[in-house]
């Protein structure tokens, strides 16, 4: 499977010319939905479903049952689903959003795990049952900090990891992340800039 970062949550997954796309947000670029087959939406926040473009892109997206993403007909998803999408299987888990600060609403979050072997869990921190071979796990939040994100990483226990949820945090802040993560983790820890593929 070729796994490739874009910017912020938008990932790209690639099998036997088959394309699956997690959290096409804002921020993430255009062509990581050239050739989607369909869309998997952890949750409804702006930095993770561009509404506007998968109006457009005519392919089928899969959101969390509880999501509110006007204007968009999603195929509604409950955590502990199973399904197949664009020829990829696809587990549902988690639930919830992460708890940001002081009572703030949260809302539905899905993570996916993808032919039981790579780990997308959006704003949450959700450890799922079962082995992952390849996490993407978030590295910076208002919701979260560098500890969180080692601990979720060391719970998880994958083979490897690389960091999603950074556009927002600079050069040197990252700097900082990607070296606390490569030293704490028991993983192959990588950090992947937009558009480079694994």
């Known amino acids: 499977m070729r796994i490739t ?11 036997e010319g088959r394309v699956l796309v997690v959290d096409p947000g804002i921020w993430s670029e ?3 939905l050239t050739g989607a087959d369909a869309v998997l939406v952890t949750h409804e926040h702006a930095d993770h479903v561009d509404v506007l473009r998968l109006r457009a892109l005519g392919v089928p ?5 509880e999501s509110d993403l006007p204007g968009l007909n999603p195929q509604r998803v409950r955590a502990g689903a199973e399904f197949t999408v664009a020829g990829f299987h ?3 888990v988690g639930g919830r959003h992460a708890t940001v600060y002081g009572g ?3 809302c539905a979050n899905l993570g996916y795990v993808v032919d039981g072997a790579v780990y997308h869990p959006g704003d949450a921190l959700h ?15 208002s919701w979260l900090s560098t500890a969180q994100a080692i601990d979720f990483v060391n719970s998880v226990g994958p083979r490897r990891a690389f960091a999603v949820h950074d556009a927002q945090i600079n050069e040197r802040g990252l700097s900082s992340v990607n070296g606390w993560l ?6 192959d ?8 593929p694994l």
């Not at 970062?5 to 099998?15: F, G, N, P």
């Not at 997206?61 to 049952?65: L, S, T």
């Open 90 to 92: 696809v587990r549902a």
């Open 61 to 65: 997206v899969h959101a969390p049952v």
């Open 104 to 106: 703030e609403p949260d």
């Open 5 to 15: 970062k874009y910017t912020h949550a938008c990932v790209r997954l690639e099998h």
């Open 127 to 141: 450890v799922p049952e079962g082995p992952v071979d390849t996490l993407l796990v978030p590295v910076h939040g």
């Open 30 to 32: 255009p062509s990581a």
């Open 189 to 196: 820890y990588r950090f992947l800039r937009p558009g480079e």
């Open 182 to 187: 490569a030293q704490e983790t028991d993983t």
